[in-house]
């Protein structure tokens, strides 16, 4: 990975606090000193320090995350038996076993030398939790990962829908440490854009709250800060992906959907921003119709108005 490379993933990591550092400023509105938005501000603080581990021990808990390193220890021991016991009736075929030892084939005979959760995802059913869990196996000699999806009934019992154990080229974090898109001029251009949307906004925000707009200008406010139409750029693959229904505060995010997955930018239209600019003379001129005209043609209309 580039020097550049290396400095934008800084970068994304420390946005969280940027935001919310920015949002604890205040502006100058009717003689008043107004905080802006600092519940948000501290929110974003704490929030950009949560890691992924942390995350991960709020929703999985340590039973279930055992149960998923035991169950492929029964593989690595070629503990059939064992493996088919917690399965899902509907998994059991003819060439179950055969299935079983091809997956159990690609666990070496050796002990692994480290073992971390590097996707994970919840859902319920029916009332009954469902977890999937992607386990990293490092060897000596490989690397391996291993996928389990299971239930947890009302008993606690565990019934296993789906294992997979494929292998891989090397660790996920390396592999996508290593690959960066290698377009420069698209690289360039949407760190560029995604870094000028929350500063546009929230520049339009002071705007808005300085301008002498005596109605609705908190809507305003609101319609600012956030972005509409969501377009999503794989910083791994260069992959675009369009959202027209995505909605976000600030107009960005950034997301990597595993432990080590490939970076992700969310980028939206600044639509109330924008719009602002557009309605921005017109609403002043409403409240304020001196607003836009020569001093001598103002004070013109005071005179007019105080022989009256």
Excluded at 185 to 196: E, G, H, W
Excluded at 263 to 275: E, F, K, N, R, S
């Amino acid at each position: 990975m580039n020097a550049l490379s290396l400095f934008v993933i800084k970068i994304f990591k420390c946005l969280g606090s940027l935001y919310g550092l920015c949002c604890l400023g205040y502006v100058e509105v009717g003689g008043m000193r107004l905080f802006v938005a600092v519940a948000l501000g501290l929110l974003m603080l704490c929030g950009s320090g949560c890691s992924y581990e942390k995350i991960l021990n709020e929703f999985v808990s340590n039973d279930e995350l055992a149960f998923s390193e035991h169950y492929f220890d029964k593989f690595r021991e070629k503990n059939f038996e064992e493996i088919v016991k917690p399965l899902n009736s509907n998994l059991i075929v003819e060439d179950l076993h055969s299935q079983l030892a091809q997956m159990a084939q690609f666990f070496p005979a050796d002990d692994p030398m480290k073992v971390e959760v590097v996707d994970w995802a919840i859902t319920y059913k029916d009332g009954n939790k469902q977890v999937g869990i992607t386990l990293q196996y490092e060897f000596k000699t490989s690397w391996l990962l291993a996928n389990i999806n299971f239930e947890r009934a009302k008993d606690d019992s565990f019934i296993v829908n789906g294992v997979h154990v494929r292998p891989a080229q090397g660790s996920l974090a390396e592999i996508y440490k290593t690959k960066v898109y290698q377009n420069n001029q698209i690289y360039y251009l949407a760190i560029l854009v995604y870094i000028a949307i929350p500063i546009f906004i929230l520049i339009t925000v002071v705007y808005c709250l300085r301008a002498p707009i005596k109605k609705r200008k908190w809507i305003w406010v609101v319609f600012i800060l956030v972005g509409f139409g969501q377009i999503s750029i794989n910083l791994h693959s260069g992959l675009v992906n369009i959202n027209p229904l995505g909605v976000y505060l600030f107009g960005v995010a950034f997301m990597s959907p595993t432990k080590y997955g490939p970076w992700i930018l969310i980028m939206t239209i600044p639509l109330g921003a924008i719009l602002f600019w557009v309605r921005r003379t017109a609403m002043i001129e409403r409240n304020d119709p001196r607003f836009g005209k020569l001093p001598e043609e103002a004070d013109s209309q005071d005179r007019a108005g105080l022989t009256e």
